[in-house]
């Protein structure tokens, strides 16, 4: 605890004007304008000498009564119109909303042309990573130019197999990617799109 306290003094010390400052503002927004040091009377009694006499207190004065003025006629309360509910929408409960799900891939394999030859390393294309590589070779896409001769009607087949990466194909250019691959333009591929 001690080494606590030494590494951060700093924070403790903050911590207590903070303190001690909010203590201060709301002792003075309470309003005691007059402690109870204020009404000390010497003349009370309190320090009368062994065998000395009491004198009697003198009775204090009652403090002056101030008459209050007439209160004014107070303002006319507005008149509120009533608010009234329909019975039945405060009694019928709202209907809950449902979350909207995503249609599930449809099952087996996407209507297109198959691959011919050796597999291609799909994750040159940039926007494929691990996950997507593995779901396109299993929905039989393994060649770069099998993809770069896709059409539209290829592109939405393929899209709906794709789930979370629906989008893909066209917003990260895979078939203008896949034209620069498939005939091994690296030069022209990193001019467009940045370093394999």
Do not use: C, H
């Not at 709202?94 to 030859?117: D, L, Q, R, S």
């Not at 390393?121 to 990573?129: A, C, D, E, F, Y």
């Amino acid at each position: 605890m001690i080494t606590l306290i030494t590494a951060n003094w700093l924070l403790y010390l903050i911590a207590l004007l903070i303190g001690v400052v909010t203590a201060f503002w709301i002792w003075a927004a309470t309003g005691r304008d007059a402690s109870a040091l204020d009404d000390f009377n010497a003349d009370d009694g309190l320090l009368a000498k062994a065998g000395e006499p009491v004198p009697p207190a003198e009775p204090k004065a009652p403090p002056p009564v101030v008459a209050a003025p007439a209160p004014a006629t107070p303002p006319a309360p507005p008149v509120q119109k009533p608010v009234v509910k329909p019975v039945a929408a405060a009694i019928a409960p709202k209907p809950a909303k449902k979350p909207v799900e995503a249609a599930p891939p449809p099952a087996g394999k996407p209507n297109i042309p198959p691959a011919v030859g050796e597999p291609d390393n799909l994750r040159l294309i940039k926007g494929v990573g691990p996950k997507l590589n593995t779901l396109l070779i299993s929905l039989g896409v393994t060649r770069f130019d099998q993809i770069a001769e896709w059409k539209e009607a290829e592109i939405t087949e393929i899209d709906q197999y794709l789930d979370t990466f629906s989008g893909r194909i066209t917003r990260d250019a895979w078939i203008d990617q896949a034209k620069f691959l498939a005939k091994d333009d690296i030069a022209g591929f990193e001019k467009k799109y940045g370093k394999l």
